[in-house]
């Protein structure tokens, strides 16, 4: 078994920015000899180790919707595959910042939605020049604020969610 090399998580990454079918992340794993089925990538959804699907529509008269998953379900299996590797159960997976990471990553999707929902009103608003330019900073420092409170968030549940004996204070 060959987990992905943090160069091609970024690739998948990139190449599916918008979303990813549960059948091609199965696929990603199947070519590595990595054993995941699509049975076993629903229960790592429904225990909530993975972010849910989006349904997208497909273009085409009567071609219905599929679910796409973010992106970062990859990273995320490659990681829970490491620490199975490793020794841990699901049990202990889902005792870890895992869980907590998904509901963050659904935060920050959310947030980024209701920033740039504002920011699209800004350009198509009649606001006078002075006071676009106030929003947009006000916009700006919301965002920066916003990735911070995330940092933050993300650092202290690492903390509190981290295995004994593996932190330096007691």
């Known amino acids: 078994m ?8 970024e690739r998948i990454e990139r ?11 199965v696929d990603v794993f199947a070519t590595r000899g990595v054993a995941l089925s699509e049975a076993t990538f629903r229960k790592y959804v429904q225990a909530g180790l993975l972010p849910r699907s989006t349904r997208v529509g497909r273009k085409g008269k009567h071609r219905g919707s599929q679910g796409l998953y973010p992106v970062e379900s990859v990273r995320r299996i490659n990681a829970i595959k490491k620490m199975m590797a ?3 159960t699901l049990s202990d997976i889902k005792d870890s910042f895992v869980v907590f990471k998904n509901h963050l990553d659904l935060a920050e ?6 920033f740039d929902g504002f920011e699209s009103q800004l ?5 006078s020049e002075r006071r676009r330019r106030e929003l947009l900073t ?3 420092s919301l965002r920066g604020q ?10 202290l549940g690492s903390a509190v969610t981290a295995r004994s004996g593996s932190t330096a204070e007691v």
């Open 138 to 140: 006000e916009l700006r």
């Open 86 to 88: 490793a020794g841990l």
């Open 2 to 9: 060959e987990l992905l090399r943090p160069d091609e998580i």
């Open 109 to 114: 999707r959310e947030l980024a939605t209701v």
């Open 146 to 155: 916003t990735r911070e409170l995330l940092t933050n968030i993300a650092r």
């Open 123 to 127: 350009t198509e608003r009649a606001f």
């Open 15 to 25: 190449d599916h920015a918008g979303g990813i079918p549960a059948r091609a992340i």
